[in-house]
């Protein structure tokens, strides 16, 4: 096919990564898939393949370890020959708790959810502009938009990447780079399949898949993902201290 | 929220409904989102007692539920394993629903080889119900298709299951409602189209004399189904419509479009009584789509209700029950009028009543619901006692002329009654894992 692109996707693992790749497989893609666990690449590379991509191919990494970053991207574009999307999808939920009460585990995760997802999104910026064009997509989060006291370490890092996109976008305005920050409210996995939800803020990572894919379109700098966590947040961002104050959330 | 999926863990869920809404109640649900979980979610969710795997909860009754137990949540068990687009076989994990698969096989130039009326029920369900449609004339059930099932047992692992390698497993699991082991994958042999297309007829009958000679004279059409007006008495006792439909032979491959309006609440439960659905069925006989004769895209003709999300609200807080029988060829004719005169003496309204004539092929399951004959698919508002005597008359009738009910829509027949229809049933019980338990079967294989 002419119009083949070659995809990296960093955190394939997740639920809403496997689900924008099943629509690039669609689409007959060259993909390269990265995460941690051997037998989950495998299970999706077979099901990619199935679906139609041109091609699949896998890597055991942990991304939240940056150590020889540079040498790792570089290899990862030269077994992909070439880079047109990068998807940076990884990330840990983790337990506000628990990193209040152990600062060790308070900097993993913050390592996890901010540093190493700079320094990937840094390099993929570096190899679309060498290659004069192309699509990052990161995946950030509504929680980055204002600290709360329920998940501020998980906030913080996601406003760090929130950030750190913003300026690579502004870095790249007017040229053929385009940077994506992605950010979903709540997404419905597996594990939540049956727990009723608590009202229509709920979605699944078919949608957030189909939003993205939009965004690509569209050459969108930020989306929310539903469309409605826009509204929500511009709420949430602007509530005076005294009302936010009291609000447990 | 984004990141990796967390290991198998466990959540108490209330209310959890069989999609008739009568049947509902609170289960220890675990979701595995890997092929390699399964076993812990199964194990966790029993926690100690037992569990059952569920799909997309499309059993009327209570089949797809294990009240007060656990419950395997298979759907995100949804992975191509392998599709052969030159042979049309595809192996994908049990949690994959008709509608993954169709969107997947249609632009290939392939079709599922049987499907019930809904797309959105998963692959394991297909098997564990056995499901039937409206080519049953001429393709038999979903599980003459299969060809090999990964299943894990508590008491084995992961068993292969194949009319060769494990002729009385696999046996028992085709139409074995999930109780001999959770499925994991299945693999089955896809047929193939020119086109996504249907070349479909309807015409209206105007009595049961009519609807049997249109299904002698439609057999060499690959797909018949018959609507009709349970409200009709007298001189007009089971007038319908009668629709037939082949594959067009040109055409795009073009897959449904996903999406649709949504039922969003439970609506007021006298919305559905006699008199709105007898107007209901007065415009439906009469409206000119009942003498339609042309092409339509595949979704429409198969799965009309899905085009509502959540049409099963429409039914109001109580539910509604689901009744479907079959009653071999010999009786047929007598049956099915002695049916369609009770529920016309009842009053009861059944919104979606369905007349087909099975084929005499046969199932390699054990304890599958189709057998050659006529079956009749009705459903009625949740009214009560009312209700209930109207389908206990039903099933007497089905009862006397040897015929039986299909599980996947039942809650309420008697223990006894079913094991009188599937005498099969002890074969199950001695195949079943013992980790595995529905509330279906603890109600016919221990209850009165």
Redo the contacts between chains.
Sequence with gaps: MADTKRILILGATSAIAERWARLRAGRGDRLMLIGRDRDKLAAIAADLRARGAADVLTAESDLADTEGAAERFAAYLERLGGLDLVLVAYGQLGDQASAQRDVEQLERWLRANFLSAAVWCELAAGALEAADGGTLVAISSVAGDRGRRSNYVYGAAKAGLSTFLEGLSHRFAGTAVDVVSVRPGFVDTPMTAHIPKGGPLWATPEQIADDIERAIAKRRSIVYTPWYWWLVMLIVRNLPRPIFDRMKF | ??????AV?V?D????LAWGRVHRGR?R?A??????DVAAAARASAAGSNTLARGFGRSYGDSGLNLGGG?V?M??LD?????DREAGVLRADAGMSLEAVLR?VVPAGWFLPVTPGTKFVSLGGAVANDVHGKNHHVAGCFGRHVRRLGLWRSDRGLVECAPDTEPELFAATVGGLGLTGVMIWVEFALIPIAASAMAVENERFEGLDDFFRLSEDGADWPYTVAWVDTLASGSRLGRGVFSRGRPATTGPLTPHRPGGPTVPVTVPGFLLNRWTVGAFNRLYHAKPGSAFSGEQPYDPFFYPLDRIRNWNRLYGPRGFYQWQGVVPPTLARDAVRTLLERIARSGEASFLAVLKNFGDLESPGLMSFPAAGTTLALDFPNRGARTLALLADLDRVVAEAGGRLYPAKDGRLPGAEFRRGYPAWRNLERLRDPMLMSSFWRRVSQGE
């Excluded at chain 2, 869920?13 to 959890?16: K, L, N």
């Excluded at chain 2, 979701?31 to 390699?36: D, L, M, S, T």
Aim: aromatic fraction near 6%; hydrophobic fraction near 40%.
């Design positions: 929220m984004t990141g990796d999926r967390p863990s959540h869920v209330d209310g959890i289960h649900v979701a595995p989102g890997w092929p390699g419950l949540d759907t995100g992975r191509v394993l392998a599709f997947l």
